[in-house]
């Protein structure tokens, strides 16, 4: 089974950038899917991003981020980025990017849905400091 390794996490002010990254190894159909979720202290986990592979993929992002994060594929698909432009503390949290197949990252509805995906990393900290 794939493993996913994070890495990039942080402390920062706000208005600050950082970038993740998440790593599938190996890379395989199964982690064409990649989202990347957060979570709060004393709050549910909440969907962040998602991209998948092919020539059809686009991105999705949550409202809250729409604008601020950017979610990318190397060309080596193996790894995928979150770039976090004007973070804000309400950005803080633990995140986690997780893997599935490429349907799961067929629509809106797919890629909000932990339970599509099998894999996950082991969460990297963000802290962003007002």
């Known amino acids: 089974q794939a493993e996913l390794v994070e890495s990039g996490g942080g402390s920062v002010q706000a208005g600050g950038s950082l970038r993740l990254s998440c790593s599938a190894s190996?890379?395989?159909?199964?982690?064409?899917?990649t989202s990347w979720f957060r979570q709060a202290p004393g709050k549910e986990r909440e969907w962040v991003a998602a991209?998948?592979?092919?020539?059809?993929?686009?991105?999705y992002y949550a409202d809250s981020v729409t604008g601020r994060f950017t979610i990318s594929r190397e060309s080596s698909d193996n790894t995928v980025t979150l770039t976090m432009n004007n973070l804000k503390p309400e950005d803080t949290a633990t995140y986690y990017c997780?893997?599935?197949?490429?349907?799961?990252?067929?629509?809106?509805?797919?890629?909000?849905?932990?339970?599509?995906?099998?894999?996950w990393g082991q969460g990297t900290q963000v802290t962003v400091s007002s």
């Open positions: 997780a893997a599935a197949r490429d349907w799961a990252c067929g629509n809106w509805y797919f890629v909000k849905k932990e339970g599509n995906f099998a894999v």
């Open positions: 190996p890379s395989s159909a199964d982690t064409a899917c």
């Open positions: 991209l998948g592979t092919g020539d059809g993929r686009r991105p």
